[in-house]
């Protein structure tokens, strides 16, 4: 008999939160509230719809409930808890359905007592790391404590020794700060399904750790810090070594700005995102120091164009995979190497603006290359490694540092800086013209830019087929497939929305002429850096700020032209991608 | 007349400790809707103080199994599966292995990590399909999604051995009854399951002639009686544990509990992992907030993940209640507990 002894792996959850809902509609009294409700709800989630907030810490509605902080109980009156005889323990509310009739109180002293102290219980264990901690500014922990008044200090902090586990220059967990949720666990193993993370220990010994199976590396894609209630799973934050470069005064330091970072940073300050408030973005970084600021619509008109020359000229019965997305890379790098000469030949967008900027900038400008700082902002933890890598440093750094979302936030915040207050700013241009940005950063976006591309380029034409069917291209989760026609033939394209999907892809990779691969789910919208919270709602509300940034013209004029300057200023080795 | 009707007849209840009506159980796995069914006979009996599945597999093997086939046939299930501690494989495992040649019964060892939370019922689905020892969110419950997902019966030893009793016309009503602590006669008897704590012990020459409390259930999660209350039946698992006062300091004997479920405690829920943490911290504290220490218990009662974090309480509470108070109290810590105690709401 052969037995599994793999206890490190977690218990599969089932119950998928919409089970059975919106069957009827279901009425019940929450604190004397009565609500009408769709079957199918938790208690929490029907609360929420009614602005009665019941607070929780394990809950993340990418992952199945787990029920673990025991913050969110509330009492039900007897008769009416499942399972528990009628004598009723408190529930916890992120994982119990409403049922018709029922009487929640949220607010019972009972109730509070229980609370309360779990809360206390969890400040324990995490030390508080206050001062320099980018979480600070949307701490669920300080809220909870100001909120019901709860000291932090209650119990003694029992981590204090803790480990921090840092992957490459990505992405850390610091077990000091770690509430034992397990919400990294379920982002590294059932999202993503790279199961990088482990649970060491039991009882008060358990501890997340990185795996020590060789054949399993991180790709940081960073989402166990994005899912991640209290910043124990987060960036290696990089906010320190910007402002060091912001107060050089020899340095000329430049920021470049992703679109996908650009439409959710407002998120961060309650703002919404339109025109207005991305010129003041722009505003609050010359503010910060930065003496150019600049968006990614040029390096995405690059990556169309070098990306559709790569389709056309691509060999029959070859497959040609996307390398713009740096966890997708390094994933490639590490389980498939084999992949190495289907990529197509080009760096990831901010890696080409980098180089632009190092390059073009440095000589318009007579900057030093060596005085010149470039800084990227981008929904990305991967990125940070991805700048580091050597094959991408050969001739000096293109990138010095990257900032996610959260940190430009933070640093924001930190200078006091009120977005809503500045004046709109503009952007810095390299190109005598406007560069109206296709879009890039959602699952799917890349494969329309280069398509489209490819069909201005060969024939002037916008591919109406492809318009009609982008629909496709941008449903909200999996694997999505599709054939498209490029001049002389049709090719068969998939696109992986996040890395979990990935592996009967590459099973079927004769299938596919095409493959984008974007290791976040819905793309650079739902990326390791972006802003916090992140959820559904959110990736689609960002898909939709970013297919409204697309203003690109149809006839492809602006392609050809950005080859020819490329061309003209000896800048294509600046967008070439060479695996090593 | 069905098995399933025998059962109902015979009022059969788990023997696992939370007394769970048997038909019920077995109906709702039937009742199901599943491919796959599976059975599971729990032989972990992980709470110390209990040691009758053991002699019921010493003494009566073919019976256990021949309970495990009748549920199997009942069901029409998968497979079964002999969920067994490993001290208990050791030794069993041969006997079980020739009992269970030519079925579709497997003999699974429970890994030495699984502890305690290891026996508890949801735990062993984990266990066995080979993941952390934890218990799992219900529902859903494993009568409806147990082992892959599929409708699973757990039953205890004694309860498939009742099973079998039934089936062959033989149940007489009898359960069995572990004695230990200052015991003279420490074993395990059996008797009729109405018999009260008191008899029981007068019956087996056990009855102590000195002052004395018993724990009763489990050495762990039982209730703790005086000697003026042993007119109750001795439920849950059927131990009867006797304690002699001043053999052990009250803070001591609630040391024992504290460290055996801080030590056993999964980890997986807040209230459990560190409620017993604090508790352990606060009994080895000079001054303990008593406090504070009755208010971790009260929560783990109230918010614990599982049936076995929320039973922390039960040894305590109880001593307290009906040992310690009704004594009077020379050490100043015990009388500040009582005291406190006394002010508790629980």
Not at chain 1, 252 to 272: D, R, W, Y
Not at chain 1, 290 to 298: A, E, M, P, T
Not at chain 1, 550 to 577: C, F, H, I, P, R
Request: hydrophobic share 35%; proline share 4%.
């Amino acid at each position: 008999m052969v037995q599994n002894t793999n206890y490190k792996r977690l218990p599969r959850r089932s119950a998928p939160r919409n089970d059975n809902r919106g069957m009827s509609n279901i009425k019940l009294k929450i604190n004397d509230k009565e609500i009408e409700c769709e079957s199918g709800q938790t208690i929490m989630e029907a609360a929420l719809a009614n602005d009665i907030y019941i607070p929780g810490l394990c809950g993340h509605p990418d992952f199945p409930h787990k029920a673990n902080c025991r913050v969110c109980v509330v009492e039900i009156d007897s008769g009416m808890n499942p399972g528990q005889g009628g004598q009723g323990k408190l529930m916890t509310s992120c994982s119990t359905l409403v049922r018709e009739g029922m009487i929640v109180k949220t607010d019972t002293d009972r109730v509070k007592k229980s609370r309360n102290l779990n809360i206390e219980l969890i400040f324990a264990e995490h030390i508080e790391k206050c001062a320099t901690c980018i979480w600070r500014v949307n701490c669920k922990l300080l809220d909870l404590a100001d909120r019901y008044k709860i000291l932090l200090t209650t119990f003694k902090d029992r981590k204090g020794k803790r480990k921090t586990y840092r992957f490459s220059n990505a992405v850390e967990i610091d077990g000091t700060q770690c509430i034992d949720c397990r919400n990294c666990i379920d982002a590294c193993s059932q999202m993503q399904k790279i199961n990088y993370l482990e649970l060491q220990g039991k009882g008060v010994e358990q501890e997340i750790i990185p795996t020590g199976d060789k054949k399993i590396d991180c790709i940081y894609c960073g989402q166990c810090a994005l899912h991640c209630p209290v910043g124990s799973a987060q960036e290696q934050s990089s906010w320190e070594d910007v402002e060091k470069a912001l107060k050089d005064g020899k340095k000329t330091v430049v920021a470049q700005i992703s679109s996908a970072a650009l439409v959710s940073i407002g998120e961060e300050f309650k703002e919404p995102a339109d025109d207005s408030l991305y010129k003041k973005i722009y505003s609050a970084l010359r503010q910060l120091g930065f003496k150019y600021v600049f968006d990614d619509s040029l390096p995405n008109v690059i990556s169309a164009a070098r990306g559709a020359l790569g389709i056309l000229n691509h060999e029959y019965g070859q497959t040609i995979i996307t390398s713009s997305c740096p966890a997708w890379v390094k994933y490639a790098h590490f389980y498939r190497p084999e992949l190495e000469g289907k990529f197509l030949n080009l760096r990831s967008p901010h890696m080409i603006g980098g180089g632009i900027i190092k390059s073009y900038l440095a000589k318009e400008k007579n900057i030093n290359k060596d005085d010149l700082t470039v800084v990227s902002i981008l929904p990305c933890t991967a990125a940070k490694f991805e700048i580091e890598r050597k094959e991408l440093k050969e001739g000096g750094k293109r990138v010095d540092h990257v900032l996610t979302v959260r940190e430009l936030a933070w640093m924001i915040k930190k200078n006091r800086i009120e977005l809503n207050k500045l004046a709109e700013g503009e952007k810095d241009t390299l190109t005598s013209e406007e560069i109206k940005a296709p879009m890039m950063g959602a699952s799917g976006g890349e494969t329309e830019m280069v398509f489209q591309t490819a069909n201005y380029l060969s024939n002037s034409k916008k591919n109406d087929k492809l318009e009609q069917e982008k629909g496709i291209l941008y449903a909200a989760s999996g694997v999505k497939e599709i054939a498209i026609e490029i001049p002389g033939r049709i090719m068969h394209v998939a696109v992986v929305n996040g890395i979990g999907n990935i592996i009967p892809v590459l099973d079927n990779l004769k299938k596919y002429d095409f493959i984008e691969v974007m290791a976040c789910p819905g793309g650079c919208a739902g990326g390791g850096g972006q802003a916090f919270p992140t959820n559904d709602k959110l990736r689609k509300q960002r898909l939709g700020l970013l297919r409204g940034l697309d203003k690109a013209d149809d006839d492809g004029k602006m392609q050809s032209a950005v080859l020819d300057w490329l061309e003209k200023n000896n800048l294509e080795n600046e967008t070439l991608y060479k695996v090593i | 007349m069905s098995i399933l009707d025998k059962i109902k007849e015979a009022n059969l209840v788990g023997r696992g400790g939370a007394s769970f009506p048997t038909a019920v159980k077995w109906e709702a796995v039937k009742n199901a809707p599943g491919d796959k069914k599976f059975v599971i006979c729990n032989f972990s009996e992980g709470e110390p103080g209990v040691k009758k599945d053991h002699y019921i597999l010493e003494h009566y093997p073919e019976k256990v199994i021949d309970g495990i086939k009748l549920a199997m046939e009942f069901l029409n299930a998968d497979k079964g599966y002999v969920y067994i501690n490993p001290e208990y494989h050791k030794e069993f495992f041969e006997k079980l292995s020739e009992l269970t040649k030519e079925t579709k019964i497997e003999i699974f060892k429970k890994p030495h990590e699984a502890g305690y939370v290891g026996g508890e019922e949801s735990t062993a689905l984990n266990v066995i399909e080979g993941t952390r020892a934890e218990p799992r969110l219900r529902p859903p419950f494993p009568v409806t999604k147990g082992l892959w997902g599929c409708p699973t019966l757990i039953n205890n030893v004694e309860t498939f051995f009742n099973v079998s009793l039934v089936n062959s016309g033989d149940y007489k009503k009898m359960r069995f009854y572990t004695i230990s602590g200052e015991a003279q006669k420490k074993g395990v008897y059996e008797f009729p399951e109405d018999y009260a704590i008191e008899r029981v012990l007068k019956e087996t020459g056990n009855f102590p002639d000195f002052s004395f409390f018993v724990q009763v259930g489990g050495d762990g999660s039982g209730e703790v009686l005086s000697d003026q209350q042993l007119a109750k039946l001795a439920g849950g698992a059927g131990s009867i544990t006797i304690h002699k006062p001043g053999k052990k300091k009250p803070k001591e004997l609630m040391e024992d509990w504290i460290n055996f479920f801080y030590s056993e405690s999964c980890g997986q829920c807040t209230t459990c992992r560190e409620g017993t943490y604090r508790l352990k911290e606060i009994l080895a504290s000079n001054k303990p907030n008593w406090t504070m220490f009755l208010d971790l218990l009260k929560n783990l009662k109230e918010t614990a993940f599982c049936g076995l974090g929320s039973v922390v309480p039960v040894p305590i509470f109880s001593y307290i209640e009906n040992v310690l108070i009704i004594n009077e109290q020379t050490d100043e810590e015990v009388k500040n507990l009582v005291e406190a105690y006394k002010k508790f709401k629980i």
